[in-house]
């Protein structure tokens, strides 16, 4: 599933290239019809992101709201305008470009209240300004719950997903199976600050990067990482492998239904 990263990325190009202008809205595999019908030819005030949500703003109209899931994706492209292929829930055409949304788990359209209901649910996002980390401390210091479990809940913390999980838990040495009351408020700052730090280059650069550069493969003398995903982590889907800093192997378990990563003696429970 994307991480927010992703989100915020799409949010700031779908506003550079189609916000502002009107945009002809449509949805081929006709399952967003009537809501498309009733967006086509409007302007798009806006695009933004809230975690794993996407939202695009129009005004009186409502915001269709988007979220992924596992499987959705967004392609876009330079006009002219080709035929769609496969199943195409919603095509936006702007002024320059046009995006095809395939496989979401959600593509609706929403009036206000609906959108703050669904921030409402949603617990502090990193890649917000309006972001107040303290929310998600308030929930983390009462929690019996494991830390590695209180980072995946989005009520909890918006955005971050399994790779952030894993890898700002191995930046800060801790056992992903901590419970969140352990924790003291000084690393948790510290790990909120990481992660901001983190997820904006991740925007940037469009993948998860969280090697320092002393351990890039360039400095270290080895092969780089060769996953789909892209980036260079510490412990994220390497299991089996020596750990780039001590050489432990990482160990890798299921944790609520999602493979968990990390170095057993750079996170001693």
Request: aromatic share 6%; with cysteine.
């Amino acid at each position: 599933m994307p991480e927010g990263h992703t989100l915020h990325r799409l949010a700031r190009l779908h506003q550079r290239r189609y916000a502002g202008g009107p945009v002809a809205v449509s949805s081929p595999q006709g399952r967003f019809a009537a809501e498309a019908g009733k967006l086509d030819g409007q302007v798009l005030v806006s695009a933004e992101a809230y975690g794993k949500h996407l939202f695009h703003h129009y005004g009186p109209l409502g915001t269709v709201h988007v979220h992924l899931g596992l499987y959705g994706t967004f392609g876009e492209a330079p006009l002219p305008e080709t035929a769609p292929v496969g199943q195409v829930r919603m095509r936006l055409v702007g002024r320059t470009h046009w995006t095809d949304l395939r496989g979401p788990t959600r593509c609706e359209l929403l009036d206000p209240a609906q959108v703050d209901a669904i921030k409402a649910r949603l617990g502090p996002d990193p890649l917000r300004r309006d972001a107040k980390p303290d929310r998600a401390w308030e929930r983390i210091s009462r929690s019996r719950t494991t830390i590695a479990a209180l980072l995946m809940d989005q009520a909890v913390l918006a955005g971050v997903g399994n790779v952030y999980r894993a890898e700002v838990l191995f930046r800060h040495g801790i056992s992903p199976m901590v419970p969140g009351r352990s924790l003291d408020r000084a690393l948790w700052d510290a790990m909120w600050a990481d992660l901001v730090t983190l997820m904006r280059a991740g925007v940037r650069v469009g993948r998860i990067d969280t090697v320092a550069p002393e351990h890039l493969p360039a400095a270290m003398g080895r092969a780089p990482r060769e996953d789909r995903h892209g980036g260079e982590v510490y412990v994220y889907r390497r299991a089996g492998m020596p750990c780039l800093i001590c050489g432990t192997p990482v160990a890798q378990k299921e944790l609520a239904a999602r493979n968990l990563y990390w170095c057993p003696a750079c996170q001693p429970a």
